[in-house]
């Protein structure tokens, strides 16, 4: 299945970033582009997510100096546009991977594309990670540990829960049950022409 090929790949790269646990560490792709392209995206999807997660954590350092959070937002910022451009990609995938494909009269729509709940998919993996860690710290008190595996617990079972979807979305699609209809992220911050302030830049 498409979600247990996504998750084992999300792992692998959550667990090759932590062996350095560094954001300015080179990146690595291990599927190449022309032989393996949904997994080359899923992989550089879930690292820009990694880095991400861990730009969040640092931007909320109580002693980060003005300079350096301006700089670490903007990462984060470029980060979003990158996260949101690889996710546009997936799905570009998956409309050409079904573009022979004839929706049923009374095909449906869904709330997402698959790309989009890939992405989540690609966020749980994370939050599973580090809720582990805290589930299992050593210098945490004990209650702490319990409440942390509870959530733990909880999250591994809304990734069975969203895998499944995942799945039964792609199959519905492939059958004709359901049709994409992929809206591009128009996103309008980071437009000179459109956001004022950069526009008055210019």
């Given at each position: 299945m498409f979600s247990e090929k996504s998750n084992r790949i999300f792992i692998q790269v959550i667990e090759t970033y932590h062996v350095k646990d560094e954001v300015h560490q080179d990146f690595t792709n291990p599927f190449d582009r022309k032989d393996s392209l949904i997994e080359h995206l899923l992989y550089r999807k879930c690292w820009i997510d990694t880095v991400q997660w861990h730009y969040e954590d640092l931007i909320r350092d109580p002693n980060i100096s003005p300079e350096d959070a301006l700089v670490l937002k903007r990462k984060i910022d470029a980060s979003n546009q990158d996260r949101t451009d690889t996710v546009e990609y997936v799905d570009s995938y998956f409309l050409d991977l079904f573009d022979s494909?004839?929706?049923?009269?009374?095909?449906?729509?869904?709330?997402?594309?698959?790309?989009?709940?890939?992405?989540?998919?690609?966020?749980?993996?994370?939050k599973i990670y580090h809720m582990n860690e805290?589930?299992?710290?050593?210098?945490?008190?004990?209650?702490?540990?319990?409440?942390?595996?509870?959530?733990?617990?909880?999250?591994?079972?809304?990734?069975?829960?969203?895998?499944?979807?995942?799945?039964?979305?792609?199959?519905?699609?492939?059958?004709?049950?359901?049709?994409?209809?992929?809206?591009?992220?128009?996103?309008?911050?980071?437009?000179?022409?459109?956001?004022?302030?950069l526009r008055s830049k210019r």
């Open positions: 494909v004839e929706p049923k009269s009374d095909a449906k729509i869904n709330t997402e594309s698959p790309a989009w709940g890939i992405d989540r998919l690609s966020i749980l993996a994370l805290e589930a299992n710290r050593t210098d945490a008190s004990e209650k702490h540990q319990m409440t942390c595996k509870a959530k733990l617990n909880i999250l591994l079972e809304q990734r069975k829960d969203l895998s499944l979807a995942i799945d039964q979305l792609l199959e519905d699609i492939k059958l004709g049950d359901k049709y994409m209809k992929v809206y591009k992220q128009m996103k309008m911050y980071n437009d000179d022409e459109m956001n004022p302030v």
